[in-house]
């Protein structure tokens, strides 16, 4: 069932998802060269708690930590752990926080360093695909139009579309209805209404599609090792359009 946010509801998704902005926003200036992935968890974990909030990833199903943090082929939730960022590497972070009950959801790609052009292509494109989903967000529209204009956008720059993997309503829990997939057909699928709130989060590969899960049973890998990136918003349905309730903070 897809759940309506009241007015305060939605005023509490609004700072869990402020919570998100900040924390990416106060990461940042960390991920650089020789700097490991758990470290950088610990940062994450200690920032979020300073603002009374709960890194909601940590004990999820099992999950040990409070970042995914995802490195060059890794598509999404990879482990943090003792692996040292090199020059080139990109990573993407993806946090979900939770406060006084409500989440915030956002994942960014990283550069680490000086990247090659390769990878910078996959992140302008991968963000880009983000927003012309998020243009589809207002009453009336329908999930498949957000999902058919991640893809359309995707493929007109011959990027690898991820399709075991999709975005999802948010509130309480940090998966709730519906799944909001990266792939599908314009005018399909539930009509968006004022007061939902989705995560919309394109996950593109800068070679095939194709994608396999480790022996953790989280780590999600390119097949072919090309490198992946991950954009991820929170994104509230307004009365004519939409807000996005993790902002980046410059």
């Known amino acids: 069932m897809i759940s309506i946010k009241s007015e305060r509801e939605i005023n509490l998704m609004r700072e869990a998802g402020m919570m ?14 020789g700097i490991t992935t758990k470290e950088l968890d610990k940062i994450a974990e200690d920032y979020i708690r300073s603002m009374n909030g709960v890194p909601t990833c940590k004990g999820y199903e099992g999950f040990p930590a ?14 943090p752990g003792n692996y040292k960022l090199k020059n080139g590497d990109i990573i993407t972070i993806d946090m979900v926080i939770g406060y006084k009950g409500y989440q ?22 991968t963000e880009k695909a983000l ?7 207002k009453p009336g529209n329908r999930i498949g139009d957000i999902s058919a204009s991640v893809y359309k956008y995707a493929k007109e720059h011959n990027l690898g579309v991820v399709k075991e993997l999709c975005g999802h309503g948010i509130g309480t829990e940090m998966h709730e209805a519906p799944d909001v997939p990266n792939y599908g057909t ?12 989705i995560c919309i989060e394109p996950m593109l590969n800068f070679g095939s599609s194709k994608v396999y899960l480790m022996d953790d049973e989280w780590t999600v890998k390119t097949m072919d090792k090309s490198p992946a990136a991950h954009y991820e918003h929170t994104v509230l349905v307004t009365k004519d359009g939409y807000e996005i309730l993790t902002p980046r903070l410059v």
């Open 20 to 33: 998100v902005s900040k924390t990416h926003k106060y990461l940042k200036p960390f991920i650089k060269e």
């Open 66 to 79: 409070a970042l995914c943090t995802s490195v060059n082929d890794t598509v999404v939730h990879g482990i």
């Open 104 to 125: 915030g959801d956002a994942a960014w790609t990283y550069a680490v360093g000086d990247i090659s052009d390769d990878k910078k292509y996959l992140m302008e494109h």
């Open 131 to 137: 927003y012309e989903g998020i243009k589809m967000v």
């Open 186 to 197: 314009f005018n399909t699928g539930p009509r968006l209404k004022e007061g939902m709130v």
